[in-house]
């Protein structure tokens, strides 16, 4: 079992309210607009990390981390991409990227918006952190954690944080 914590759109925020969560992840996956490379560095420090860039982010957190990620935990593939839209309104590449793929799960980030809704079109769950930086138009900060198991997800949690008391 992998007990995984899913953020996005930290705009270089690195707060002790997310990460006490994140502490006890035995990974992080990070969808995007992380805001620089001190900021993962630090999401790193605490976790194995797995990281998109974002429209957000420089040349430096460009290089190291990817446009998309496709892995496995848990007899689970997931697809990352920092903008993908969401069921019924993916991007383009995004499309063709669950065509490619056939992700189980599929994580985008940037619009701020908490979303966890199933694709039955492509027998896929969506997955969007919303977002847990201090910057940007979203009243709340959010985090999703979860467990993965033998090919199943479960334990889904959203975390909220005041948007006005980041650390």
């Known amino acids: 079992m992998k007990y995984i914590g899913l953020v996005s759109d930290t705009h270089s925020y690195f707060g002790e309210d997310v990460n006490k969560y994140l502490r006890q992840c035995d990974e992080i996956w990070h969808a995007g607009d992380i805001g620089d490379l001190h900021t993962l560095d630090a999401y790193r420090s605490i976790q194995p990390t797995r990281a998109v860039f974002g429209n957000i982010d420089g040349h430096e957190v460009r290089i190291d981390s990817e446009e ?3 892995f496995e935990v848990e007899n689970v593939k997931i697809l990352m991409i920092h903008i993908g839209g969401y069921p019924g309104r993916y991007t383009p590449k995004a499309k063709e990227l669950i065509r490619r793929y056939k992700p189980d799960i599929f994580i985008s980030g940037h619009s701020h ?11 896929l769950l969506h997955m969007n952190p919303g977002a847990c930086g201090v910057k940007g138009f979203h009243a709340v900060r959010t985090i999703i954690l979860f467990t993965l198991e033998n090919g199943k997800i479960d334990n889904v949690r959203v975390v909220e944080f005041d948007k006005r008391k980041g650390e």
């Open 68 to 70: 998309y990620l496709v």
């Open 113 to 123: 918006i908490l979303k966890i809704m199933p694709d039955k079109s492509n027998d």
